[in-house]
């Protein structure tokens, strides 16, 4: 198996580095390969910006989904973004490797989503969830966060973490067509002991090695809509 | 009243801007005070890092949200920081405008999130949702999107917006305390005539001149929820 761990943390001796380091070794350890793009020490630009574009479909006006869909097929996208879609189409196994900032992403990754998620090629027309064009490969949230586990929930304070998530996991992942894995937690981490920090890893570690066990997570399928996306009749 | 825009688009003559152009106008035109933080023409850095830290509190290990805390009491936070956390506090309004880029805000904007809104001062402690350091303040989203308005609800393929717009409605504004106004959106932006470009401002000016008729939208609220943030029992 090809992993691509997309890593996104401005301190290098985290804990959520750590649980980058873990993946690499026991995946590794398993024989997969393994690449990891740590947006941080590679001082990744994450502003989708006219500066993406060589030679630009319109000069005088960005539409950036429209210049990505040019850029790619002219081959005049910007090299960074080209490097990491050369990865992402590479791997069969992309883990997103993150603290938790306003519920979601650093801003580092999410200009990641922004940028390399590139329209014409992960997605585009009536190419999205099943029929994405990153469909065959799968994807997992491996995330950190400051908040306990009993703040997340039905009746709790900020509701399910998959709700907050929502957008990552449904909007962008399953949009492109990834199997979507469960995330993996570590919950409270600025606040914990060592000792529930190794829990942690030692989970992680558990997780990694039987990726195959795991059951995808549910999103709508292209069949279930007619051609102008309107949901069809069924049975409930 | 006064109102800060956070406006976060890549094309100056876009459709978004021209959103953001029409608050200013029919927000000054009523009386009110407008500024506006145009993340794009700044060239706004949207990347948490160490270097908004001047001298640290650990200089060994970063903690992001640790350091905000200890930066804004000693004033050592980066400049930039400083002066849009100057402007939030000054706003009685705060429109973000934007176009959806992955379900959510631009990573230019998210930065804004993760940088500007400093522990300690926006959130902290047991001081979120009513609570929240922003308490008082009102915010509302203004966005555009690519996708048509039938793609959007319980039923629909990508299912109700509001929800892919939980992380930033309530995971980020009403938790630092911000009463919450429903979005503006307009839809399908990037296809559509003229003439439905127009309609859209006209919408946009209404809802703008009745800002005070607006309903918040409703999230939980600190005397729900025990000392440790375990919700209470409640008359369903």
């Not at 060589?54 to 539409?63: F, H, Q, S």
């Not at 869909?69 to 090299?79: N, P």
């Not at 060592?194 to 890893?201: I, K, M, T, W």
Request: net charge negative; glycine share 8%; hydrophobic share 45%.
């Amino acid at each position: 198996m090809k992993v691509l761990i997309v890593h996104a943390h401005p301190e290098a001796k985290s804990f959520t580095t750590a649980l980058c380091d873990l993946a690499v070794e026991t995946l590794g350890g398993q024989g997969h390969e393994v690449r990891v793009s740590d947006l941080y020490a590679m001082d990744w630009n994450p502003v989708a910006s006219a500066a993406d574009f060589g030679e630009r479909e319109d000069p005088d006006y960005l539409v950036y989904a429209l210049e990505q869909r040019r850029g790619i097929k002219a081959g005049t996208i910007a090299a960074d973004i080209h490097a990491e879609l050369d990865k992402l189409l590479w791997a069969d196994l992309v883990i997103f490797n993150f603290p938790i900032y306003w519920f979601s992403v650093p801003a580092m990754l999410k200009g990641w989503f922004d940028r390399v998620l590139v329209s014409g090629v992960c997605y585009g027309g009536k190419r999205f969830y099943d029929q994405g064009g990153l469909a065959g490969k799968r994807a997992m949230l491996s995330l950190t966060l400051g908040g306990r586990e009993h703040m997340f929930g039905e009746e709790a304070i900020h509701g399910p973490l998959e709700e907050m998530l929502r957008p990552i996991l449904r909007g962008t992942l399953a949009y492109v067509g990834f199997e979507v894995l469960p995330p993996f937690i570590a919950w409270h981490v600025p606040y914990i002991s060592q000792e529930a920090r190794q829990d942690f890893l030692r989970q992680y570690q558990q997780r990694l090695e039987c990726l195959d066990e795991a059951m995808p997570l549910s999103f709508p399928r292209m069949e279930q809509f007619d051609e102008r996306l309107y949901p069809l009749p069924h049975d409930r």
